[in-house]
C-alpha cells in the first residue's frame, strides 16, 4: 500500500526537527494552527525565533521544493507568525522564515536549510 501524503510531510517534519535540535535550536512548537494557517516548526536560535515550513520530495523533476511555498503560502506562514506573536509569547526577538527542504527520493533522506528564506 502506498505511504499517504500526510505520513510522508510527518516523516519530513521529524526528520527536519531531528536535524534542528542537532543544530542547537530549541524547539518551541510543532504543528502551529490557526484557522487562516499553519507552521510546522517553530523553534529558537540564541535570540531569534525561527519560523519553519518543512517541504518534502522525492526529488525536484517539477521545481524544488521551496519553490512551492509560493507567495500565497508565505501570506499565510507570515499571518500565523503574527497571531503566534500577538499571544504574547515573544518580545524583543529577531524573527526570521526558514524553509527546509527534504528530499527522500534515495537511499538515505537529504536535507537543505533555507535560512531566511523570506521575509515578512
Known amino acids: 500500500m502506498a505511504e499517504s501524503t500526510k505520513t510522508r510531510g510527518d516523516r519530513g517534519e521529524l526528520l527536519a526537527e531531528k536535524y534542528l535540535r542537532k543544530a542547537g ?27 519553519v515550513e518543512v517541504k518534502l520530495r522525492k526529488n525536484s523533476r517539477y521545481g524544488t521544493p521551496a519553490q512551492a511555498v509560493n507567495f500565497k503560502k508565505q501570506q499565510k506562514i507570515i499571518r500565523t507568525a503574527q497571531a503566534y506573536l500577538a499571544e504574547g509569547r515573544c518580545f524583543d526577538r529577531n524573527i526570521r522564515f526558514d524553509i527546509i527542504e527534504v528530499y527522500d527520493g534515495g537511499a538515505v533522506p537529504a536535507l537543505r536549510h533555507l535560512k531566511g528564506a523570506f521575509g515578512a
Request: net charge negative; hydrophobic share 35%; aromatic share 14%.
Open 25 to 51: 535550536y530549541r524547539l518551541l512548537e510543532r504543528n502551529y494552527r490557526k484557522p487562516f494557517g499553519e507552521i510546522d516548526i517553530i523553534a529558537e536560535q540564541g535570540d531569534c525565533l525561527v519560523f
